[in-house]
């Protein structure tokens, strides 16, 4: 089972831009699917982003045109850039990986946006 460990995250001005990373342990990282989700206090878990093993890419609609998600398979890593920040993207910030059966979540990085 892949381990995951989430950083970048921290406080940012709106209008600002973070990028948050995920570190996977494991191997066949290239054959999950990763994906990004988040959840703000008081507030379900929403998902954010996705990227498939082959690379295809999904956004929630909070999110399209402000954020990318990738993915380096030879460093296991994948990626969230987050551009235009607003006060409502502040949350905790979750990795998750699956695969088959397979699904691993990491422990979360906060995320502030506040002037």
């Known amino acids: 089972q892949v381990q995951l460990v989430e950083s970048g995250g921290g406080l940012v001005q709106p209008g600002g831009s973070l990028r948050l990373s995920c570190a996977a342990s494991?191997?066949?990282?290239?054959?999950?699917?990763m994906a990004w989700y988040r959840q703000a206090p008081g507030k379900q878990r929403e998902f954010v982003a996705s990227?498939?093993?082959?690379?295809?890419?999904n956004y929630g609609d909070s999110v399209k045109a402000r954020f990318t998600i990738s993915r380096d398979n030879p460093k296991n890593t994948v990626y969230l850039q987050m551009n235009s920040l607003k006060s409502e993207d502040t949350a905790v910030y979750y990795c998750?990986?699956?695969?088959?059966?397979?699904?691993?979540w990491g422990q979360g990085t906060q995320v502030t946006v506040s002037s």
């Open positions: 998750y990986a699956t695969r088959g059966v397979i699904s691993s």
């Open positions: 494991g191997s066949l990282f290239s054959f999950y699917t």
């Open positions: 990227i498939g093993s082959s690379g295809s890419t």
